[in-house]
Every structure is written in C-alpha cells, then in structure tokens.
C-alpha cells in the first residue's frame, strides 16, 4: 500500500523528473497534462513525481489530493502488472484540470484479464472506487482507467475570491 510519505508532501513544488515523457496537449496556458511511461514498476513514483507536481496548484483539499494520487497510482501499477499481450511497451497517463473537476486517464495496450479470486490480490479497483470516481473500459486493445475528483467547493470559492 502507497503511503503519504510515499507520495511525498514536498512532491507538490518538485519540477518533474523521472523516466517519464511528458508533453503538453495544448497551449501553454493548459491545464492539460500528458505522459508516456515505459510499462515498469520504476514508472510509478516517477508518475506519482509529475503528477504531484501538476496537481499541487488545483485547489484540493489535501485528503482529496492524496485520495487522487493514490487511485492514479493504483491503476498504473495494474497498466503495468496486468495488460496481457501488450501491443506497446509502454502506458499512457492524461491529466486535465477543468473549473469543476480533475480527471486523469491511465490507459495501457493489452487486452483485459478478467480477475480471478484471491485472497491476496484484487482489492485495488474497489480501491480506486472508494476514492475517487472511477471507471473501467476494457477493450481488445487496451484498458482505460478514467479517475476523475471533483474539487472542493470552499476551495474554489476561495480561489475565486481572491482572483477577483
């Protein structure tokens, strides 16, 4: 399980680093961010780096942000544990920040496994659920893991007091 100093506090005022490839999808002033991540559990904190890092100025509390962080982190860990006859080496990540929510999609290139029993494994997308609003679309083609958060009214009421 991924903790709080897992994620890292200070992670929030980091720049990006790690393995990562990130580009913006838009224009500079986006709030849209993207990576290409090679499928390797060396991945994950590296993601958990940049996306602290993108997401350390969008409002949330800090239960919802560390909620957010944890549910991404869970659904990359499954784009590289369980994708079966991958068709890429690698996973994506998007993440974009609207006036009302935070959405981030994790999305790998290999065809669905359905879960077995276990008592060990396969609590992680009951997980993802708990935390944040989650979907799941399996295709022949890859799994998309859509989180998505809604941000706290008093802090964007806040934010917007103190724009104006």
């Given at each position: 399980m991924i903790s709080a100093e897992d994620i890292g506090s200070s992670a929030r005022s980091r720049p990006?680093?790690?393995?990562?490839?990130?580009?913006?999808a838009s224009s500079p002033g986006s709030r849209r961010h993207e990576w290409r991540l090679r499928t390797m559990e060396s991945s994950i904190p590296a993601l958990r780096r940049e996306l602290c890092a993108f997401l350390g100025a969008t409002g949330l509390s800090d239960d919802a942000f560390y909620d957010l962080i944890l549910a991404v982190s869970e659904a990359a860990s499954n784009a590289v544990d369980h994708?079966?006859?991958s068709t890429e080496p690698f996973f994506d990540v998007a993440a974009e920040i609207d006036g009302e929510?935070?959405?981030?999609v994790v999305q790998d290139h290999?065809?669905?496994l359905e879960p077995t029993p276990s008592s060990c494994r396969g609590r992680g997308l009951a997980m993802m659920r708990v935390l944040a609003d989650t979907t799941v679309?399996?295709?022949?083609?890859g799994t998309m893991v859509t989180i998505r958060n809604h941000r706290d009214a008093a802090v964007?009421?806040?934010?917007?007091?103190?724009a104006s």
């Open positions: 990006p680093t790690g393995p990562a490839t990130a580009r913006l994708p079966q006859h929510a935070v959405t981030i290999g065809r669905w679309t399996a295709g022949t083609h964007d009421a806040a934010a917007e007091e103190q």
